[in-house]
T-cell receptor, first 116, second 113 residues
Framework: DTGVSQNPRHKITKRGQNVTFRCDPI?????LYWYRQTLGQGPEFLTY????????KSRLLSDRFSAERPKGSFSTLEIQRTEQGDSAMYLC??????????????FGPGTRLTVL | DQQVKQNSPSLSVQEGRISILNCDYT??????FLWYKKYPAEGPTFLIS?????DKNEDGRFTVFLNKSAKHLSLHIVPSQPGDSAVYFC????????????FGKGITLSVRP
């Protein structure tokens, strides 16, 4: 399977704990995006990487959130001191930098976070 | 401020008939528009897109129409099939280097056999 993969698929944690999610994009895609989706809403942009450079962060991404893409391949999203309001589906997407599909983003299955 | 709006939360159509899903946007700088389909417990799947320089794009049973003056786009599915039942998201981007997507809230399509 050469699509975007995300791990874990589900995460249940207690308030105040730290969690980390991983995203593996499509191998030839150098753009990688993180979105968050809550019930009844569409995905909301969190942050964007081109290769290893983090080019944009949403104001939704508080100081408790950090994302990395150290070698321009996989990415991690860490949430420190989780709060119940962090409960959501965290989606990762990737796209190529050029070519016919460069405006199209391909999504992974998401990581469902539940904070108790 | 919702820049991409899908005002109807749900739509129900008969199998074989046309499904028309509407989307409005407020930012005239949006340059590229996309439709995604989402099943429960899965990520959104890309369906079809359209550049702002076009007014129509067709791919099999799916056609997207763009009316820039009205800041409105629509997705037509003909004929509708039960397997089309899902949540459909409209999304827009500024294009180029600023490629983040702004999504609507989605519309739940139910196709009755």
């Amino acid at each position: 399977d050469t699509g975007v993969s995300q791990n874990p698929r589900h995460k249940i944690t207690k308030r105040g704990q730290n969690v980390t999610f991983r995203c593996d994009p499509i191998s030839e895609h150098n753009r990688l995006y993180w979105y968050r989706q809550t019930l009844g809403q569409g995905p909301e942009f969190l942050t964007y990487f081109q290769n290893e450079a983090q080019l944009e962060k949403s104001r939704l991404l508080s100081d408790r959130f950090s994302a990395e893409r150290p070698k321009g391949s996989f990415s991690t999203l860490e949430i420190q001191r989780t709060e119940q309001g962090d409960s959501a589906m965290y989606l990762c997407a990737s796209s190529p930098q050029s070519g016919l599909s460069y405006n199209e983003q391909f999504f992974g299955p998401g990581t469902r976070l539940t904070v108790l | 401020d919702q820049q991409v709006k899908q005002n109807s939360p749900s739509l129900s159509v008969q199998e074989g008939r046309i499904s028309i899903l509407n989307c409005d946007y407020t930012n005239s700088m949006f340059d590229y528009f996309l439709w995604y389909k989402k099943y429960p417990a899965e990520g959104p799947t890309f369906l079809i897109s359209i550049s702002s320089i076009k007014d129509k794009n067709e791919d099999g049973r799916f056609t997207v129409f763009l009316n820039k003056s009205a800041k409105h786009l629509s997705l037509h599915i003909v004929p509708s099939q039960p397997g089309d039942s899902a949540v459909y998201f409209c999304a827009a981007s500024l294009g180029g280097a600023n490629s983040k997507l702004t999504f609507g809230k989605g519309i739940t399509l139910s196709v009755r056999p």
